[in-house]
């Protein structure tokens, strides 16, 4: 990949950090935007107390100079305003072992064991005897930081017209339609906490996230992320990893709680035969164009120039306070799972989340395509390439 990032930190730790390689030089990257993109990610209803704590702000480190990029590595800090509270529990340095702060670290240390999260799997494949050193770090808190990188993939893309957005389409099982023409809804999507178009499934929807919360249950449900004037010819069908529709299925499936992934028409191909699949090519005045996109703007792993339609389904979190039977590690007896501050619904925040990683590999195969080194050399190359088709 040319568009690198890592992320570091912890749940409830100091901050988060991410550090992005491969930016071009002379990308305008405007510190509001990615905050205003952070704060898209804590938007929705059904969401738990954690986000009246945290309003996410970052904080630019390097790589930027006067809001321009230089072409060096961009390192971006988002503090947890929550530290305050986990400064024993949580602490970088050996803690002294006064009664008070054993106490604090004791009543933090987590043994019983979460089933649908990786607190077991983690604990035993990195021997932890406390279950927080897997938690702290599995947490899907860490999306802050994919939403930040993803801001700044966003910077790219819009220097070429590219554009995003995602919807919800179902959440507990109540369906919300889409219209046909979404990006001309954006406005609407936007100030919507629960980012649906429909008004009667929105309220059906929060009527059954307020149910759930009520049980102490919670609530998956799925989404669309929709991207659209994405050039032909990104991605590439001859190695597996170039792929754009399987490295676009890896990323979003990395998202925690994503349980499945389609492109374009999804599982739906199963039940279609070719000449209903299939999406004929016609042209005119020299230019190539369909009628239909059920490829999803994928065809052989490339790019076609239709839009590119993800749909990504999310399961109920793990965490809630209708606790399922579950083990210690320390006794490994039968006992009930740990509970602690939850969401009830995340499916809002999730698509966010979503739109921020495709958002990375379209301007990561951008880059490959239309060379990295600075914002003027891509331009070139891509109207010269344009004119190709």
């Not at 059904?46 to 945290?54: F, Q, V």
């Not at 790019?303 to 590690?329: D, H, Q, W, Y």
């Not at 999730?350 to 495709?358: D, G, H, K």
Request: hydrophobic fraction near 40%.
């Amino acid at each position: 990949m040319i568009f690198r990032f890592l992320t570091a930190g912890e749940s409830h730790g100091k901050c988060l950090n991410t550090i992005i390689e491969g930016i071009p030089s002379g990308i305008n990257i405007d510190i509001n935007f990615i905050n205003h993109e952070l704060a898209r990610r804590q938007i929705g209803y059904g969401r738990g107390g954690r986000m009246l704590i945290e309003k996410d702000t970052a904080e630019i480190l390097s790589g930027v100079r006067h809001g321009i990029s230089t072409g060096a590595p961009i390192c971006i800090e988002i503090k947890n305003k929550d530290w305050q509270n986990w400064l024993i529990p949580m602490a970088v340095e050996k803690t002294d072992e006064t009664d008070e702060n054993l106490k604090l670290i004791k009543a933090k240390k987590i043994v019983n064991v979460r089933p649908g999260h990786a607190d077991l799997a983690g604990a035993i494949k990195y021997n932890q005897e406390d279950v927080r050193n897997i938690l702290e770090r599995s947490s899907a808190r860490e999306t802050a930081s994919r939403v930040a990188a993803g801001a700044v993939a966003k910077s790219i893309l819009k220097e070429f017209n590219i554009e995003g957005i995602s919807v919800v389409n179902k959440i507990g099982g109540i369906e919300a339609e889409i219209p046909e023409n979404i990006f001309d809804y954006k406005e609407k999507i936007e100030a919507n906490d629960l980012r649906i178009v429909d008004e009667t499934a929105y309220e059906k929807i929060k009527k059954e996230i307020d149910k759930a919360k009520e049980e102490g249950d919670t609530l998956g449900g799925s989404f669309k992320v929709i991207f659209r004037n994405i050039p032909v010819g990104l991605g590439s069908h001859v190695q597996w990893d170039r792929r754009l529709d399987g490295q676009l299925a890896q990323a979003v499936m990395s998202i925690q709680a994503v349980k499945s992934v389609e492109i374009g028409l999804g599982t739906k191909v199963s039940e279609m035969s070719g000449s209903k699949t299939h999406d004929e090519i016609f042209v005119e005045n020299g230019q190539y164009y369909r009628k239909t996109n059920n490829a999803g703007g994928i065809e052989g792993g490339i790019s076609n120039g239709e839009n590119i339609i993800i749909t990504a389904s999310m399961k109920a979190i793990p965490t809630m306070r209708k606790t399922l039977n579950s083990v210690s590690i320390d006794k490994k007896v039968g006992v009930l799972a740990h509970f602690e501050r939850s969401d009830t619904c995340a499916v809002s925040a999730c698509a966010v989340v979503a739109e921020a990683m495709t958002a990375i590999i379209l301007a990561d195969n951008l880059l490959d395509k239309f060379s990295h080194d600075s914002i003027a050399e891509m331009k070139t190359n891509y109207n010269n390439y344009i004119c190709r088709y």
